[in-house]
């Protein structure tokens, strides 16, 4: 596709592409590119849709990777993985890593709230997948550069000694350092259950799955790696 007409927008999204790095440039649809990058508070040509079909082309490569590396696991274990990879938690931490944000054009009021940073930063990354996937249809210009991350992360959870109790393992953590249990809430009552994990007033974690045990089990080990990363507890 024809590089954009504007040089320094061109540049600096040649630059994030650098960064990941995109395995060839030649191929990247740079319009759909720049347009991932543009949040809704900014221009009402923004990301929207890319960020929903991003979302799809996210669990594509999860799942073709889990395929890859881990298919003989059991599919609990594999819902654990994939629940915890498509997190919020896990995206921003990819994004954030990429400075993604020197690259989002983004409205002031939006851009002041640090609350609302972890939503748009994921939501922004999905979006830079669903650009990457629609340039050439397949995942090539996406797996290369996201597949190291799955690793890291698919490798740090299964190091947990929790690895298949992960509601055991939170519940243990959270009364020997807050002297209470955490509440599983359900989101959705339908497949795929979609649960939240809270301690009080704080939410630790979300997860889904294809049965309401195996999305507590997916929320609870999403808890426990937002617990490790924050330094509360040691896992």
């Not at 994030?16 to 809704?40: G, K, S």
């Not at 996210?58 to 915890?84: I, K, N, P, Q």
């Not at 409205?107 to 990457?132: C, M, N, S, Y």
């Not at 090539?140 to 000694?161: E, G, M």
Request: aromatic share 8%; charged share 20%.
């Amino acid at each position: 596709m024809p590089p954009l007409s504007d040089p320094r927008r061109q540049g600096a999204l040649t630059e994030l592409l650098q960064l990941l790095p995109v395995p060839t440039m030649a191929a990247v649809n740079w319009q759909l590119l720049d347009r991932a990058l543009i949040h809704p508070s900014f221009s009402a040509i923004n990301n929207d849709e890319l960020e929903f079909f991003g979302d799809s082309a996210l669990r594509m490569a999860v799942t073709c990777f889990l395929w890859r590396h881990y298919g003989d696991r059991r599919v609990g274990e594999l819902t654990a993985l994939r629940s915890t990879i498509v997190s919020d938690d896990t995206l921003y931490r990819i994004a954030h890593g990429y400075a993604l944000d020197r690259y989002l054009l983004v409205g002031a009021a939006v851009r002041d709230d640090p609350k609302a940073q972890k939503t748009i930063l994921a939501d922004a990354l999905e979006a830079v997948l669903g650009a990457l996937y629609f340039s050439t249809e397949d995942l090539s210009l996406i797996q290369p550069w996201l597949d190291p991350h799955l690793r890291r992360v698919a490798t740090h959870v299964l190091s947990l000694p929790a690895m298949g109790n992960y509601k055991a393992k939170l519940q243990e953590c959270t009364q020997r350092l807050y002297k209470c249990l955490p509440e599983y809430r359900t989101l959705n009552q339908n497949p795929p259950f979609q649960v939240e994990v809270w301690l009080g007033n704080r939410l630790l974690g979300q997860g889904e799955g294809s049965n309401l045990k195996s999305a507590q089990q997916s929320a609870a080990a999403i808890a426990l790696q937002n617990l490790e990363a924050a330094g509360s507890t040691q896992t």
